[in-house]
C-alpha cells in the first residue's frame, strides 16, 4: 500500500487520529498521535519532528531534533482506543542528512535483510518465534534507600492453595506443571482466546495457544512464520495486543524472562530458515536431522558466536536467572533433532521440505526483537560464509551426561555484563555490509552496562539479609 491508498483507508474507516508508534533502543515502543486531518501525502515524503533526546538510547540534548516517517504498508486500526484510531509503525530520519538514523532498530533490520540478499546466499529469511509470557493478578515492586521489594500473585498459582482469605476452588497448577492442563485448572483459556482474537484483528496470523508449564498464568502464543522485519514488528503487536487485553480483565502481563523464582522462565524459541527463488535451503534429506550442509553451517555461526549473540538476544539481568540449568534451559551449545536440552534444536514434527528449520532457544522475550532477529542472521550467515562447524549433535539429556562428557559441551555466559564484554570483543560479524554500525553497538554496551548491570550492582539484594545480616 502506497500513502495515497493509506490516507484513502483512513477515510473509508472513519480514522479520526493517527497513532505513530517507533521503537526505542531496549525495544519497547514509543508513540504520539495527531488529528487524522494532518496525515497527509506530505507527512510521508517531509517526516514529522519529535524530541530524541527524550528517547532511552537515542540522541543527546544539543543534537535532540528528529524525524519519523510513516510506513503505509504497517499499520492497523487499534482495538483499544474509544476514539477510531489508526495505528502506524514508522522509521526514524536525521533531519540534518535525511538519512535513516543508526540506532533506530527497524532500519537495522532493513539492513539486515537488504544484506542477506548482497550475498547471494539467500533471498528471504523467515522467522517464527514462540513468545511466553507471565499473567498475573497483583504486581508491586518499589526500591527505595532503605527497601527494598517485589510482590506477585496470581489465582492461579500454587502458593494460593492453602489461601483462606477468599473462597477458594483448589485448582491450581503445581510448579512446573502447568503444560496443556484443561480448565478449570487453566484459568487462562478464555483470555488467550481474545488475545489470539485481537492479534487476528490487527493482522497477526496465529498458529497456537496454551498454557505453558509454570503456575500462575504461564502463556505461550505463537504466530505463523514471516519475515525479519515484518516479524519484528509482529512482536510489538503482540506485546501490544497481550498487555492490552490483559488489562481490559484486570490483569497484568510481563515477559520479563524468570519473575518467578524456583518454577520456569519464559523464553522466545527462534524459528529461522533462508530460502532462495522459493527453495528451503535448510533441507537436506540426506544428512542428519535432515537439514543441509548450509543450515549446519548457520547453527555453527549462531554457536561461535553465541555469548555475544547473549548480549542482544537475552539483554537483561533477569534473562541469566532464567539461563541456568534445569527447568529446560537452553545454556548448552550444542544442536540436536527434538532435544529440549541443546541451545539449538531441529524440530522433527514434519519431514516436509518446507518444515525443515532451526529452533535457537536461548532467546527471551525481553530482547529488542530487530536486533535481535537481526543479529541472529549476522552470525548465521557468518558461519555459511566461513564453513563454520558446530560440536557434533548429541542427543542425550544434555543435563544427565556423564562428567567427562560434560565437559565437551560449553555453556552460554551466565551474567548479562559477561555478555556485553564478549560483544564487545566479538562484532566484526554484526559490523558486515554496514547492518550494525559501531555506534550501535558501542550505544547498546554503554546503555546496558550504565542502565543496567551498574543499576543491579549497586542495590543490596532482599536474600542477602537472609545469608549475611547476622554476620
Not at 538510547?57 to 531534533?65: A, N, T
Not at 510482590?151 to 503445581?174: M, Q, V
Not at 530460502?275 to 553451517?297: E, T, V
Not at 559477561?418 to 554496514?434: I, K, N, Q, S, V
Amino acid at each position: 500500500m502506497d500513502a495515497k491508498e493509506l490516507i484513502k483507508f483512513t477515510r473509508e474507516n472513519k480514522v479520526e487520529i493517527i497513532d505513530l508508534k517507533f521503537v526505542d533502543l531496549p525495544g519497547l515502543w514509543q508513540h504520539f498521535s495527531i488529528p487524522a486531518s494532518g496525515f497527509t501525502e506530505d507527512l510521508f515524503e517531509e517526516g514529522i519532528g519529535f524530541d530524541g533526546s527524550s528517547i532511552r538510547g537515542f540522541q543527546k540534548i544539543q543534537e535532540s531534533d528528529m524525524l519519523l516517517f510513516p510506513d503505509p504498508d504497517a499499520f492497523f486500526l487499534d482495538p483499544f482506543t474509544a476514539v477510531p484510531t489508526l495505528s502506524v509503525i514508522c522509521n526514524v530520519r536525521d533531519p540534518l542528512t535525511g538519512k535513516p538514523y543508526s540506532r533506530d532498530p527497524r532500519f537495522v533490520a532493513q539492513k539486515a535483510e537488504q544484506y542477506l540478499k548482497t550475498t547471494g546466499i539467500a533471498d528471504i529469511s523467515y522467522w517464527g518465534p514462540e513468545i511466553e509470557f507471565y499473567i498475573f493478578d497483583n504486581v508491586r515492586f518499589d526500591q527505595t534507600y532503605n527497601q527494598g521489594f517485589y510482590h506477585i500473585d496470581s489465582e492461579e498459582g500454587f502458593w494460593n492453595a492453602g489461601d483462606a482469605s477468599r473462597p477458594n476452588l483448589g485448582y491450581k497448577p503445581r510448579y512446573k506443571e502447568g503444560y496443556f492442563p484443561v480448565p478449570p485448572m487453566d484459568h487462562m483459556q478464555d483470555l488467550r482466546s481474545e488475545m489470539v482474537l485481537t492479534m487476528e484483528k490487527i493482522g497477526i496470523q496465529v498458529e497456537v495457544h496454551h498454557h505453558e508449564v509454570g503456575t500462575a498464568g504461564q502463556t505461550e502464543i505463537d504466530m505463523h512464520y514471516g519475515t525479519l522485519t515484518r516479524m519484528a514488528d509482529q512482536v510489538l503487536m503482540y506485546k501490544y495486543a497481550t498487555k492490552n487485553v490483559a488489562r481490559r480483565h484486570g490483569k497484568s502481563v510481563t515477559m520479563m524472562p524468570k519473575p518467578l523464582f524456583m518454577d520456569n522462565g519464559s523464553g522466545m524459541h527462534t524459528h529461522q530458515s533462508l530460502w532462495k527463488k522459493g527453495k528451503n535451503l535448510f533441507y537436506d534429506p540426506k544428512h542428519y536431522g535432515l537439514i543441509s550442509d548450509m543450515a549446519r553451517q548457520y547453527i555453527g555461526g549462531i554457536i561461535r558466536h553465541a555469548d555475544a549473540l547473549c548480549a542482544l538476544i537475552a539483554p537483561t539481568t533477569n534473562s541469566y536467572r532464567r539461563l541456568v540449568p534445569g527447568y529446560e534451559a537452553p545454556i548448552n551449545l550444542v544442536y540436536s533433532q527434538r532435544n529440549r536440552s541443546a541451545c539449538v534444536r531441529i524440530p522433527m514434527y514434519s519431514t516436509s521440505e518446507s518444515a525443515r528449520r532451526l529452533e535457537f532457544r536461548t532467546p527471551d522475550p525481553s530482547c529488542n526483537p530487530y536486533y535481535a532477529f537481526s543479529a541472529m542472521l549476522m552470525a548465521g550467515l557468518d558461519g555459511i560464509e566461513n564453513n563454520l562447524e558446530p560440536p557434533k549433535p548429541i542427543d542425550k539429556d544434555l543435563y544427565d551426561l556423564e562428567p567427562e562428557e560434560r565437559a565437551d559441551v560449553r555453556s552460554v555466559v551466565g551474567t548479562l555484563d559477561a555478555a556485553l564484554d564478549a560483544l564487545e570483543r566479538d562484532h566484526e560479524f554484526l559490523t558486515a555490509g554496514g547492518v550494525f554500525t559501531q555506534d550501535v553497538i558501542d550505544t547498546w554496551i554503554a546503555y546496558k552496562r550504565e542502565r543496567e548491570v551498574d543499576a543491579i550492582r549497586l542495590r543490596p539484594h532482599p536474600w542477602e539479609f537472609a545469608l549475611y545480616y547476622d554476620i
